[in-house]
T-cell receptor, first 114, second 109 residues
Framework: DTGVSQDPRHKITKRGQNVTFRCDPISEHNRLYWYRQTLGQGPEFLTYFQNEAQLEKSRLLSDRFSAERPKGSFSTLEIQRTEQGDSAMYLC????????????FGSGTQLSVL | DAKTTQPTSMDCAEGRAANLPCNHSTISGNEYVYWYRQIHSQGPQYIIH???NNETNEMASLIITEDRKSSTLILPHATLRDTAVYYCMVNNYGQNFVFGPGTRLSVLP
């Protein structure tokens, strides 16, 4: 079990640039979640997939954010035209759906927008 | 919005039991109580969960009141490595996990 891996670990970009993050879930897990976390706050839900279907998106997720999970395995989160307010830790988690599913998180991607 | 309330912070002496409370007065009958923790600069880590009965694993014990409106996470012998933010959540199948601000536990030497 290699756990959930995220890449890159850190990303520094200039305002207005596009960035893409990758998440590789635990292989047998069918659900994949994206969260965002700013300093001193708990993780904030962004979106989740069951297999390749995106089942829910937070209403807080602007149209500059898009996520994909094309083959039901790894996922990418893209942010277009980054803003300074996008600076945060982006966390990915995976789980196996069920009545008492447990999320397993990656170490996150720390984004800094200058 | 989070369906739970927790104290903002707590201290515990090393080697003593840490008891972290959580209120979830609006919990529904089929919602589980979950606890996660987050050590600085890492992703949250699953600790334990339960529905009605008390639960124990290698990390902690979970005590759920009979009316299920509150619970307590117990770390029986806290160490300095248990210093973290602890999140209590309730969740049911098909819902996404909603994190609140959690309890910042400081284990003091």
């Amino acid at each position: 079990d290699t756990g959930v891996s995220q890449d890159p670990r850190h990303k520094i970009t200039k305002r207005g640039q596009n960035v893409t993050f990758r998440c590789d879930p635990i292989s047998e897990h069918n659900r994949l979640y994206w969260y965002r976390q700013t300093l001193g706050q708990g993780p904030e839900f962004l979106t989740y997939f069951q297999n390749e279907a995106q089942l829910e998106k937070s209403r807080l997720l602007s149209d500059r954010f898009s996520a994909e999970r094309p083959k039901g395995s790894f996922s990418t989160l893209e942010i277009q035209r980054t803003e300074q307010g996008d600076s945060a830790m982006y966390l990915c988690a995976s789980s196996q759906s069920g009545g008492d599913e447990k999320l397993f998180f990656g170490s996150g991607t720390q984004l800094s927008v200058l | 919005d989070a369906k739970t309330t927790q104290p903002t912070s707590m201290d515990c002496a090393e080697g003593r039991a840490a008891n972290l409370p959580c209120n979830h007065s609006t919990i529904s009958g089929n919602e589980y109580v979950y606890w996660y923790r987050q050590i600085h600069s890492q992703g949250p880590q699953y600790i334990i969960h339960g529905l009605k009965n008390n639960e124990t694993n290698e990390m902690a014990s979970l005590i759920i009141t009979e009316d299920r409106k509150s619970s307590t996470l117990i770390l029986p012998h806290a160490t300095l490595r248990d210093t973290a933010v602890y999140y209590c959540m309730v969740n049911n199948y098909g819902q996404n996990f909603v994190f609140g601000p959690g309890t910042r536990l400081s284990v003091l030497p």
